[in-house]
């Protein structure tokens, strides 16, 4: 069994991002940048599930700018077994990811896809959902628990209230929680390794997908600051403060 | 203009997130018609017609719908996509997993998490943890949406009343199933709702030290929440992480506990009317978006809050 695991170039969890003057984005030039953490764990899984031998290959696939190569290959270091660059400079929104997934799923073949549930920089929660739509799969997103027995898989889901386990038949789609798995440290020589393993270059033309634009961002600006607060020395003060000032109790 | 809330619920109570849709599409405009989704749903279809601004309800019951499996809510919705411009789901775990498969089918962006309506094609949302907040026009034909109900009033659960209509729902996909749900049950409100919060973090130490967080919680009336480390370390259940990619809560009251406040716990929490944090270092990010700081051991400092109220 294939599995195919799309991962995204971020900015790094870490970085706190400022919107640009101009107010047309965020400034992402010289930030540093990693894999979606979402993502990482997508990965993470898939390789587990090779380890394990419920899994024969593990295909990565990035779409976006060239660097998205540097992505590709922390995902082989990670486990993947190759990888596919969708390149293009055009601004990727979901529903246009989804289309290039699918295209490349139609070629590939895989039984599962399993994707971060959603990418730190957009926030959009998306991608899985509208694959699976738009390939006509069961999906169960927001996993945290994930068992392959034979043509179906078993899916622990985080949900409002607590844990929610659906069984769906393959091809599936699964999108990763945070609790589904903690990823290995890349060591350098699975880094060095990685370097060798195949990727390939297409674009979303060779694939017949328009990936334009379907939202048209008119101003990215700074959220609302807070007003400072006040620091206060006891208990005391703070019920007497939340009481008569705030009026909160 | 017309808008289609999707309602969420457990088929015998509406949930106050779809109050929250109700009033995004109330500042939409147009007529607003909430679809009912479920199985022996009707007590939900009859709280909907009664929210204030809705001309219609429309109910699918059936087997089909029972656990919300998202295959069969967007093929319900689906149904009657057609008649829409605007399709609004809360920004709930369930609105969240369906509303992309109807984006996706009727080939139009979604919009996702929005926070205020700008007119009718242009919506202010949220990106890289709330540090940004974009604002998006879409120019497809139906406008697909999810709602952050924190921002957005609920609209009054009573006085409305809407006529409620009955449609076939789907067959079953076959392709998913249920299995089965570990839901912690609580005499708390529910996080996402909840005017008073308190959360605790890695400063926690240990799940049996969570405890000490009860008390304080019966006292404010409180939902309970955490922070993603605490959660990650085993302190708290998943479903109370508070931050972006966890629930986002805007209460009356906010009281971190031994949360030291990354970016991403802020990103849940940072609309809060009031802000407390009690954390032993004063160089917590936290107290950076705090109203009232304390800088105290939480050992000692909650049972003396707990006392005190």
């Not at chain 1, 047309?24 to 979402?38: E, H, L, R, W």
């Not at chain 1, 073949?109 to 006509?136: E, F, H, R, Y």
């Not at chain 2, 656990?67 to 093929?75: C, D, R």
């Not at chain 2, 304390?294 to 005190?308: C, M, R, W, Y």
Request: with cysteine.
């Amino acid at each position: 069994m294939k599995v195919l695991v799309p991962v995204k170039r971020v900015v790094d969890y870490n970085v706190k991002v400022r919107v640009k003057s101009d107010h047309t984005g965020v400034d992402i030039a010289n930030v540093k940048m990693s894999m979606n953490p979402f993502d990482e764990i997508a990965v993470e899984e898939a390789t587990r599930l090779k380890e394990k031998s419920t899994v024969s290959e593990v295909v990565a696939v990035s779409c976006g700018v060239a660097q998205s190569q540097e992505t590709l290959r922390t995902a082989m270091a990670i486990g993947a077994d190759r990888g596919i660059l969708v390149q293009t400079d055009v601004e990727l929104q979901p529903l246009a990811v989804a289309k290039l997934l699918k295209a490349l799923v139609d070629k590939e073949q895989p039984q599962l896809v399993i994707l971060g549930k959603q990418a730190i920089d957009d926030d959009a929660n998306q991608t899985g959902q509208m694959l699976a739509a738009l390939l006509g799969w069961p999906q169960a997103t927001f996993a945290s628990k994930v068992e392959v027995d034979g043509d179906k898989v078993q899916v622990t889901r985080e949900v409002d209230g607590g844990l929610e386990t659906l069984s769906l038949s393959l091809p599936a789609i699964i999108t990763t929680d945070l609790r589904l798995n903690e990823p290995r440290y890349v060591t350098l020589p699975n880094i060095m390794k990685a370097k060798k393993k195949p990727l390939e270059n297409v674009t979303p033309e060779d694939l017949g997908v328009d990936v334009a634009p379907r939202l048209k961002t008119l101003k990215v600006a700074e959220p609302p600051a807070r007003q400072a607060g006040i620091m206060v020395p006891d208990v005391a003060t703070l019920v007497d403060k939340l009481k008569n000032e705030a009026k909160v109790v | 203009m017309t808008n289609l809330v999707i309602a969420e619920h457990d088929n015998a109570q509406l949930k106050g997130a779809t109050l929250s849709a109700v009033a995004a599409a109330a500042a939409i405009g147009g007529d607003i018609h909430i679809l009912v989704a479920g199985s022996g749903a009707q007590a939900v279809a009859d709280q909907a017609a009664k929210a204030a601004g809705v001309s219609k309800v429309i109910l699918a019951d059936s087997a089909s719908l029972e656990y919300g499996l998202a295959e069969n809510v967007a093929a319900q919705v689906l149904e009657i996509a057609g008649n829409y411009s605007h399709i609004l789901f809360p920004a709930t775990a369930a609105g969240k997993n369906v509303a992309p498969r109807v984006a996706a089918k009727l080939d139009v962006a979604q919009i996702s998490d929005i926070i205020a309506v700008e007119s009718a094609d242009t919506f202010q949302r949220p990106i890289y943890a709330g540090n940004a907040i974009a604002t998006v026009q879409s120019a497809d034909s139906v406008k697909v949406i999810t709602v952050r109900t924190t921002a957005f009033d609920a609209v009054a659960a009573e006085g409305g009343s809407a006529a409620i209509e009955n449609a076939d729902g789907v067959a079953d996909s076959g392709k998913s199933s249920f299995v089965g749900r570990e839901f912690a049950k609580s005499d708390r409100p529910e996080l996402a709702g909840a005017s008073v919060v308190v959360s605790g973090g890695r400063g926690m130490g240990s799940a049996e030290n969570f405890k000490i967080l009860d008390p304080l919680a019966d006292k404010l009336g409180a939902a309970l929440g955490a922070s993603r480390a605490a959660v990650d370390a085993g302190y708290a259940p998943n479903d109370w992480q508070v931050g972006q990619t966890g629930k986002i809560v805007a209460p009356q009251l906010y009281v971190a506990v031994g949360i030291s406040g990354a970016i991403q716990h802020l990103a849940g929490m940072k609309d809060s009317k009031v802000i407390v944090a009690i954390n032993k270092d004063a160089e917590a990010p936290i107290f950076g978006v705090a109203d009232y700081g304390l800088v105290a051991d939480l050992f000692q400092a909650v049972p003396e809050l707990t006392d005190a109220l």
